[in-house]
């Protein structure tokens, strides 16, 4: 598997972009009140990329026999990556207002966001790591 390396690292950047965007469109079209944000082929186009992202991110652990248990980084990626899970979900169906949807929209990018610079970083902190 490790010869598909740089293979399955581009299909999981690929699928997380993917997936961050569409988020992004769904979470803005939610708030504008479109229902089409959560017509039945976007909501499967959505599960397809997660399902495509996250195979893909266990093959790369599978490969480089990387735990994210062990590893600080992937250990505050996969935090962070349920974190925006919750918000994602919140912002999308289960906020009980557009003020808490908004909020968890806007909370859940923040969040996309902390995570992808950990990612590009290798390092807990992410965007923050010069900080310290």
Same mark, same amino acid.
């Given at each position: 598997? #490790?010869?598909?390396? #740089?293979?399955?690292? $581009?299909v999981?950047?690929a $699928?997380?972009?993917?997936?961050?965007?569409l988020f992004? &469109?769904?979470?803005?079209?939610? &708030?504008a009140?479109?229902?089409?944000?959560m017509?039945t /082929?976007?909501? *499967?186009?959505?599960?397809?990329?997660?399902?495509?992202? &996250?195979?893909a991110a266990l093959?790369? #652990?599978?490969?480089?026999?990387?735990? /994210? +248990?062990v =590893?600080p *980084? #992937?250990g =505050?990626?996969l935090?962070a990556? =349920?974190?925006y899970?919750?918000?994602?979900? +919140?912002?999308?169906?289960?906020?009980?207002?557009?003020?808490?949807?908004?909020?968890?929209?806007?909370?859940?990018?923040? =969040?996309f966001?902390?995570?992808?610079?950990?990612a590009?970083a290798?390092?807990?902190l992410?965007v923050f790591a010069?900080m310290?």
């Amino acid at each position: 598997m #490790l010869a598909f390396y #740089l293979q399955i690292k $581009m299909v999981h950047i690929a $699928m997380a972009l993917a997936s961050g965007g569409l988020f992004a &469109l769904r979470g803005a079209l939610v &708030l504008a009140g479109v229902r089409a944000a959560m017509a039945t /082929p976007v909501r *499967w186009l959505s599960y397809a990329i997660d399902t495509t992202l &996250l195979t893909a991110a266990l093959m790369l #652990l599978t490969a480089l026999k990387l735990n /994210p +248990f062990v =590893v600080p *980084w #992937l250990g =505050v990626k996969l935090t962070a990556l =349920v974190i925006y899970i919750v918000l994602g979900t +919140f912002a999308l169906k289960r906020g009980r207002t557009r003020r808490v949807q908004a909020a968890c929209y806007v909370a859940a990018l923040l =969040v996309f966001g902390f995570m992808y610079s950990v990612a590009r970083a290798h390092h807990p902190l992410g965007v923050f790591a010069g900080m310290s």
